[in-house]
């Protein structure tokens, strides 16, 4: 069964410095890993996602996340924080070794959420 | 591009009422669809997914239901509303072309049962 970890349910970052939002995962094979955010009373919007290849993704609004094997991590950040990326964060997990045709196949699994606060 | 539309945006419904929401998407053919509910603003629990027409796959028990009539429609409901179902309602969709491994999500339902 594939996990994912949020430790955090809160993190706090001065408008300006680097932000870090930690998640790691647990699947019995290789992983595909997302990144989403959540804006209040909105739906979830995708920001990036690992397949394969190169450990540090880029996606939307000027995040990234790297993909760490050993550790099982897959962290959001971004160099300098701004106060509107203040929302919801969640990463989610999909097994590769699930079979392509399997009826729930596509299933992802979140994790329960980090509220991220970018203080002026 | 695919887009998902959520119908209604808001609800307040009385214990014991019925329910209906619906979700229809544009863009795209064949697509996976889900429903999750949120509650109290963290975690999603997913409740139902649907690979094709008429195929429902329920994730938990619950006096909730699902539907899928037609390819880009997909519908929830429940006969008799509990305080319980209380939450904030999101569909999804799915790609099925290898290479769209990611969802993505409509606009949500917040429903409030009293």
């Known amino acids: 069964a594939q996990s994912v970890a949020q430790p955090e349910d809160q993190v706090n970052v001065a408008e300006g410095n680097p932000l870090t939002v930690k998640c790691t995962y647990s699947?019995?094979?290789?992983?595909?890993l997302f990144w989403y955010v959540q804006y209040p009373n909105r739906g979830l919007q995708f920001l990036l996602k690992?397949?394969?290849?190169?450990?540090l993704v880029k996606g939307s609004y000027g995040f990234e996340a790297e993909f760490n094997k050993s550790q099982t991590s897959f962290h959001l950040k971004k160099p300098s924080a701004l106060v509107s990326d203040s929302a919801l964060y969640f990463c989610?997990?999909?097994?590769?070794?699930?079979?392509?045709?399997?009826?729930?196949?596509?299933?992802?699994?979140f994790g329960k959420g980090t509220k991220l606060s970018v203080i002026p | 591009s695919q887009t998902i539309h959520q119908w209604p945006a808001t609800l307040v419904q009385p214990v014991g009422s019925p329910l209906s929401l619906e979700c229809t998407v544009e863009?795209?053919?064949?697509?996976?669809l889900y429903w999750y509910r949120q509650a109290a603003g963290r975690g999603l629990q997913l409740l139902f997914y649907?690979?094709?027409?008429?195929?429902i796959s329920s994730e938990v028990p619950q006096n909730l239901s699902a539907s899928r009539p037609q390819d880009r429609q997909f519908i929830l409901s429940s006969k008799k509303l509990l305080l319980s179902d209380s939450g904030f309602y999101l569909c999804?969709?799915?790609?099925?072309?290898?290479?769209?491994?990611?969802?993505?999500f409509g606009p949500g339902t917040r429903l409030t049962v009293l």
């Open positions: 699947v019995s094979g290789n992983p595909y």
């Open positions: 999804a969709l799915k790609n099925r072309r290898r290479g769209y491994n990611e969802q993505f």
């Open positions: 690992y397949i394969t290849g190169d450990n």
């Open positions: 863009g795209t053919s064949n697509p996976n």
């Open positions: 649907s690979v094709g027409i008429g195929q």
């Open positions: 989610a997990v999909r097994d590769m070794e699930v079979p392509y045709s399997g009826a729930g196949s596509y299933q992802l699994t």
